[in-house]
Each structure stands twice: as C-alpha cells, then as structure tokens.
C-alpha cells in the first residue's frame, strides 16, 4: 500500500487487496493500536470504574465526578466504531476511482482523527485533574486505583496514536490535492508555438503549423515570370 496514485492510492483496480500487506501498513497498526486503547479505556471505566460504599448508589471512582467516568466511556466507544470504520474504508479505498469521493474519504479522516486527537486530549487532563483530587478515603483499599491510572495512562497513549493518524490523514490530503493524476492537466501540455488550423484536409486530419506568419491555406506564390502575358497569335487564312 504505498501512496501512489492519488490520495495515497493507485488507480482503481491496477492492484488486488493484499492482507499482508494491509495489516503491515504503519496506518493500519496505528489503527489497531487507536482500537486497542480504546478498549483498555472504556473497558476499565465500565468495570471498575464504580464503586459502591454503603448505598446502592453507584460513584465514579475519579473523585466521584459521574461526567469524568460518562466521558471517558463515551469517547472510547466512539474511537472504538470510528476505527472499525475507517479500517474497512482503508481497505476499500484502493478500489475507489473517483478522485471527488477519495477526497472526501480523506478529508473524513483528517477531520475525524482531529477531533479524536483533541478529545483524549481533553479527557486525559480531565480525568488525571479529577483523580489527583480524589481522596484516600473516598476509595477504601484502593479500590479501583489501577483501572483510574490505566485509563489515564491509556488516554496518553491514544492523543499520540491519534495525532499520528491526524498528521498522515493531512499528508494524504496535501499530497492529493497538490496532484494532477485523473485530470486533463496531467496531459503534456501543447508547445506554445505551434498553432492549429481549423481547416481539415480530405483524410480527416488537421493541418498543424508551427509558424504564425505562414501563409493562409488555398493560397499559391506565383513565380513572376509567369505572370508575363503572351499575346496570342492571329490565326492565317
């Protein structure tokens, strides 16, 4: 999968789908890592990341703050579907001959994985503020302390695999729009001296001249001596 073509991608059809080349890609393992950690995020969350101490009322264990532990889960699933989706669209994307909807699958990318970037960004300084302001003991023995500090220490690694993917999503881009595959400028262009007739010869063909002052066509240079007129003869009787 090497970026030739436009937006990353050779023409449609011109190569078959390689697995192994597929899953080897430095984009796809970005993927599976963006996948895996936000797994590792949600999943801590939603398994120990309440605790119930003397009522049936569950509390988030960072700092009891029910928006920190709701925020970590929800942009975990959301990156958790929008990686699925897009490693599909990775796949597909070779296969895609219109220029117009590369872009707009790329331009998708960029926008998504920015925004993804942005929001574990938020939520690691979120939820590190609301654990470091949680106190002893509204967490008897420690109950979950290592879910809290591997969610914000996976929280981490997901802002850096996820401005990875921004960054190649903005090359893609960059790269895609700059180029002329696909499109009538990427003919050789016509010298600028040469300039063509619009009058066709009997074969269908154009006449092409390369000189600007040359002569019209259906035009002759008569030779000066012909010119000369001879008078005729008068007949005998």
């Known amino acids: 999968m090497q970026p030739a073509g436009a937006y990353g991608a050779g023409k449609a059809g011109s190569v078959s789908f ?13 993927r599976l890592l963006s996948w895996v950690f936000s797994i590792v995020v949600f999943s801590c969350i939603v398994n120990e990341g309440y605790i119930n101490i003397g009522s049936e009322r569950l509390l988030c264990i ?13 942009v975990g ?33 960029l926008v998504f994985s920015g925004l993804a970037c942005f929001l574990w960004f938020v939520g690691f300084c979120f939820l590190a503020n609301q654990w470091q ?7 008897p023995l420690a109950q979950g302390s290592d879910a809290a500090r591997a969610t914000i220490a996976f929280c981490f690694f997901s802002i850096l695999s996820w401005a990875v993917l921004t960054l190649s999503a903005l090359r893609r ?19 600028s001296n040469t300039r063509a007739t619009p009058y066709p010869i009997a074969n269908g063909a154009t006449i092409v001249t390369t000189n600007p002052y040359q002569a019209p066509p259906f035009t002759e240079t008569l ?12 007949p005998a009787f």
């Open 18 to 30: 390689d697995p192994v080349a597929f899953f080897t890609h430095p984009r796809t393992v970005l």
């Open 62 to 74: 960072f700092n009891n703050n029910a928006d920190a532990c709701n925020f970590g889960v929800t």
């Open 77 to 109: 699933v959301a990156c958790f579907l929008g990686t699925i989706f897009f490693l599909i669209l990775d796949a597909y994307f070779p296969s895609i001959s219109s220029v117009r909807d590369r872009k707009r699958a790329v331009l998708l990318d």
């Open 133 to 139: 302001a949680t106190s002893p003991e509204e967490l």
């Open 173 to 191: 881009f960059l790269t895609g729009s700059n180029s002329n595959l696909f499109t009538w400028q990427h003919l050789d262009p016509v010298p």
């Open 223 to 234: 030779d000066p001596q012909k010119l000369t007129q001879q008078r005729p003869l008068a």
